[in-house]
Structures are given as C-alpha cells and as structure tokens.
C-alpha cells in the first residue's frame, strides 16, 4: 500500500499558474503508474494525466500543450506543472496511485483545491 499527499492548490487568476505535488510513501514506488484525476463540483471524476516509473505520460485533450506531469522517483514524489490556467480547470486535484502488479492495489490522496478565477 502507499500513502499520498497532494499540496500546492490554490487560488490563482486566469492564465496563471501552479504546480501541484505529490508525496508518496509506504511502497516501491516503482511498482506504481502514477496519476492526477480532478473532480468538478456537479461532474464525474476526470483522468488528467499519468505517467509510469519509466516517464512515458498520457493527458486528457483539454490540458494537452498546457500541465505537464512528472515525477522524482528518488524523492517519492509526482508533480503536476500547470500552465495557463482556465477557469474550467477549478476542482479539487487528486494525486492516485495504481500498482501494476496488484489489481487491487489502487491509491487516493486527500485532495487538494485548485480555483481559477479574477
């Protein structure tokens, strides 16, 4: 198992931006895919991006050319760069873990805020 926790939201203006971070623990973090989801007040929870230990990423269209995902593998730790930020981006960020050799093996973190408006 692994524990997760985000940090880094907050409220920022249109076409500014954040980065979000990630700290996972517990676990050989290179057993795990990582990933951000983000959940909207009213909607489902969406994938925006992953990334496996070797790097290779994947994003929603929406945020393609403007987050970029990462990760330490030293430091245990998942970063997401937001870039240009739209108010359609505001939910609460969510950091997940999944192991790729334990079906079950499926982590959250907390969660943490990210609000675009003027």
């Known amino acids: 198992q692994v524990q997760l926790v985000e940090s880094g939201g907050g409220l920022v203006p249109p076409g500014g931006s954040l980065r979000l971070s990630c700290a996972a623990s517990?676990?050989?973090?290179?057993?795990?895919?990582m990933g951000w989801y983000r959940q909207a007040p009213g909607n489902q929870r969406e994938l925006v991006a992953t990334?496996?230990?070797?790097?290779?990423?994947n994003y929603v269209d929406s945020v393609k050319g403007r987050f970029t995902i990462s990760r330490d593998n030293a430091k245990k730790t998942v970063y997401l760069q937001m870039n240009s930020l739209k108010p359609e981006d505001t939910a609460v960020y969510y950091c997940n873990a999944r192991n790729i050799f334990v079906t079950t093996g499926i982590f959250w973190g907390q969660g943490t805020q990210v609000t675009v408006s003027s």
């Open positions: 517990g676990s050989i973090f290179s057993n795990y895919v």
């Open positions: 990334i496996t230990y070797g790097g290779n990423t």
